[in-house]
């Protein structure tokens, strides 16, 4: 007890007269936690949570407003957004609730949590593609050969390679990293502490911040993968750092192509003169070229108010054009559940081999001039139509190029198949499994997604030398030489067989 | 016109007292651009060109001044330099002039149009390889078989895979992107807006930022490449983001070795402290590690004001070598014009594949010597002589050890073409479509270039691990081991047929 | 004469009023090197040596200093830490030390001359693999050959790749940069000056700052390798630039991986409000992310001045895993000095070919928990228990999935060098210089050092496409089927032999 007393008597000194005023349960919980994960606290007085009550930020003007609910209950609506405020809400539908010092808390914030404040928010990022990441990956049956080929133990002996399967963390240390696991709860385990013993849920899945993230309650996603806890900053956001976590590598290699955009450069040299916090977010005053956010998500302005893009949680809303080639590039996906999209082989991929779009489950030709021009807005609010068409058009023949190389590629590991010199599809074999097939899949998973992002952000050399073109028509030229290499040693094989 | 007086507005209200007077036809283009293009404006507002007239410019000391022209006409020397003062410059030079709103505007401000209070900077540029980048690579017979090698469509059809050329746009997204296009006139459409009809001049490699673009006047280069519009800071320019537009792919990894050197990390530990913006640039005072422009570009003082260095934009001013092997390192070219470079072979390259000068398109020892000792006296502003003596000898060893390097997988290369092995130019075959080839070129353009590079900047792993020796005796053995296979396959095809 | 005049009074314009007293010997420094190497004097007077005399910054409280020693001998402790408090301590030690001007001076200032005032530091750091990675490296005779095969000079003649051996410079250019080299006196000079003549030591291996260097006075290290010369500055080794110097390649992409890992995009987006130059390093107030140092090094405190981690220079205090995998992970090695470790076949590695370790040169299991428990504390400061457990228990996973991935890799390369289509050490063939070999090192020393890193700091893309887990898949299919094609075309040769 005389720890609890010290602590209180910390925290006691430490909140300010600047914050909202606090619940009586939320100070319950600083009063062990401001020294159990100062860290957690600390950051948190940093936050407009801490600052700011829902009651307070009702009163702003709409367009200032960072809470999309009309209007919150009033037994809440007054105090800070502490502790309390989130992890005890909704706790029958939570599996990870606990009884923890009389209250009935739960360890896993989320999106179901933060609708309360934020419900537009929250409704339009689980009709996101990320939102699903992690059934649209999991329950995908052709995903998972290649997740297998990828996160599987190999083992050599006598000769022979064989891949075991995954073993337990790996799915979670590799794609559900960014894709989020399934949290769940597995028992419960008593803690000893300082402070006493305490019964605590056992997760499994446990820690992850990915997009996807199925949570105790069921929901979809996890908010902080961008609003970080515990300060949950829009600055945070706006950052194209923290799209970097997930947009990196040679599959979407999105950061590392805007950071050498001219977009990228200005960000990086100006960014100290900028304003990452106002809401609307006004174009030229508070930042001079866009980041990730400026152009996918963010609510903009002009100086004058008016509104150049509304703010969306459902990223894809300005964009006609999925990059990400499965194995093209393709239309957006009508729902963001794209494990139910089947191709005309009645393969679960958006487009065939031979690059036919699975055209019922992507958005129409009508919608995708909607989205074009939604993103075409934004850019011109700093660029000229005539600029803007141009690359626009440049954009869109970045799409036919990087497709065309791939259709080479696919023709390559066709033949390949057909052949029988690589085991395939038709065979029963995996279509990721094999040296040639994984040549096959750097042709579009790497190069094809580089040149089109490229093209898309002003990327420069990650649309040559950098993942992009040297790499795709070097890859080509192996692959072809590769099979002809098979191709020999078979004859070979079956020349010396008669042989012998 | 309802739309136009709101505009007006708009702009009154905020074109605030702070800046330079503007003339008349600037207020003219705001009336409407401010709301068309708020971002533009916005951004030319925190600009120097908005804040102080030439006239107030010229006043300045010498050392302190940004424009180098002696005087300037009195009738625009007294606005601030705003829309009309760039955008109506030299009309009857620019083809893409068009008739807007009473005025004669180009869109394209070039860097003829920059002369006119830059000119110093704009003659050197002129004088500087980047200027000719586009003609550099385009007229460049053997560079083009490198492009198209890389930039064109290929097919794969019967076991075959053929490279169909070109495809309208892939140049531009490639290697254009950072060398700049031709920027042509290609018609005039009419463009309906909420401000009534306007014809504007379609054009053709448009948009485009490249160092070396043709614009619709005939100048050479964009000076917005660094200075980027319409802020035009100099700040910009100084940053090392700037320069990674074009210099962080693995065929110069300039940025990516400097991020990792000594300086590279002082600049981001505390940049933060540093002055981007004060002209001339003070050692140690405005900032204490230099980015990329203080070795290659500006004019630095000690605090005393005493000049270390004259500002230069012919960059190469200070460097003996060229590092980017072509296929070796040499003096740098005498002409920013490569393109009438022969070897003693009569290829158009600056070195023989057996390493020897074109020595009468290169600099002369001594002249390699007066440009050493102008990069020294910038290095011995922090470092003690014999500090740079060895950092220089140590830089100067890996350039032989590059290209001896290089030599090897050279004369690799040399044994398959000679033994036809590999279709090399003897046969009419292009030296850069086949996979041995495509090892060869990543040999002088990725590790040999990387190594020399780290050497440079005191790069670390750039040197080793990552794309450096690791790679390059790793290249080597692989490319020595593929030969003897096809050597190996050939045979088995001889002895096979002579058997059958 | 008449210089040495303009130089002093310059100088005295410039030494503020703000500056401990200067001593009588660095004033006399000032004269000159105020101009000749302004740089190096305007970057000393930001640094605290400039501002705080020792005896100032002992009146701090402990846990405020920056300085370890008791007590500093009165005669100097006065005085700013100038250029004379260092340069000339311990002359008769110091093998570079020369007569200049009156005083002994010498080049190369030592953690020896820095423990003067920070002996705990330099005590601590010695006891540092880091301090000893000269010696690790050139003292082990197996990592001399990987280090051959990489810097060595190959020559290509008569269908045969020879290994020359390693040229002047090309160790100091590669591993040694980061490793350290020895700094050896090799004569004396005579340097002509703007000030007269000075007989000056010619020394080789510098310059050099590598955290490994052998210095001239005998001891080890290079403190200016994290806290830059001449500021010295906390600011510098607090952030993760300083560390991404050496730890940002395949090999230990350490630095690549924090800065997508939720903690680097923290740091990226919020630096510009921490405090990076308070001691003790306050959690949550001065900062809301961990940077290297912070885990690592830092002296962390809660609000309440609690103890949350104690500072040291032994940089492996925190940690019980070695991630870098030699061949395998294992526990950090008891001693600094690794080139004595040798495992059960008599090899300088810490573990065998069969993963097992060579223990007696390994921290024990206890002391492993201990460390961990150490870490896990810092962990704690914003991280619940269950969240710390969940994420070590992966962490820990990787290392065995990542093992295991080596393993298959060593069995494979086993196998080549048992059949003797690869010259393997049984033969007296390097391990390291062959195609497959090399392969074979890539999976140990790129892929699964990715995978574990990744793991330990969340580095999503790390562990999958971008190094890790993909490209661990694809070399092991790869290596497979490279070893099948020798064995084919071996059996081949074999029949064709027979049949001819």
Redesign the interface.
Known sequence: MGLVIIAMI?WSG?AGAESAPLSEATEACLECH??????????W??SRHFLVSPAEALKKEEIERRISAESIPSETASFAVGCAECHLLNPESHKDTFEHEGENVH?VVSPADCAKCHPKEAAQYNDNKMAWAYPNLMNNELYGKLRE?????????A?V?SNNGV????D????L??HGTEVKVTGVET?E?DYGDFD?P??SG??N?GVGRINPDGSRGSCTSCH?RH?F?I??AR?P??C???H????VPAYKIY????H???F???Q??WNFSKAAWT???DF?APTCATCHVSLLV???G?VIAERTHRMNDRLPWRLFGLVYSHPQPVSPDTSRIRNSDGIPLPTGFDGKYAAEYLISREEMENRAETMKGVC????????VD??W??FE??L??SD??V???T??IG?AWKTGLVKGPAENGSPF???LE?KWIEQW??YANS?RL??AM?G???????G???NA??N???M??R???YK??NK??D??KK??
Chains 1, 2, 3 share one sequence.
């Not at 401001?34 to 950051?43: K, M, N, R």
């Not at 080929?149 to 002996?157: A, D, E, F, M, W």
């Not at 011109?380 to 600029?387: E, I, K, L, T, V």
């Open positions: 910390a430490t401001a020294s159990v994960t100062p860290g957690i606290v600390e950051d007085k940093k360890i080929s990828i996160n599987g133990q190999y083992s050599y002996k000769g390679l073993p337990a963390g790996e979670e240390l590799a794609c990293s960014c803690r502490t605590i056992v997760l446990w820690p911040q970080t300060q900053s600055k945070t950052k750092y923290t970097a976590q997930c990196k590598g040679p599959d950071s050498v955009s001219k990228g450069g200005l990086a040299s100006h100290d003169e174009v030229g005053e001079t002009d100086k004058e008016e011109q609010a700093c660029h000229s139509r005539s600029w141009g690359h058009d440049l023949k970045s036919k190029s065309a190389g259709m080479s590629a023709n390559i033949e499994d094999e040296p994984k998973l790497f040149m490229a093209a002003g420069a050399d990650y649309g040559v030398f950098e992009g073109r040297w028509s070097k080509l030229v192996d072809a030489e099979l002809e290499l020999k040693l070979k094989d020349s010396a042989r012998d």
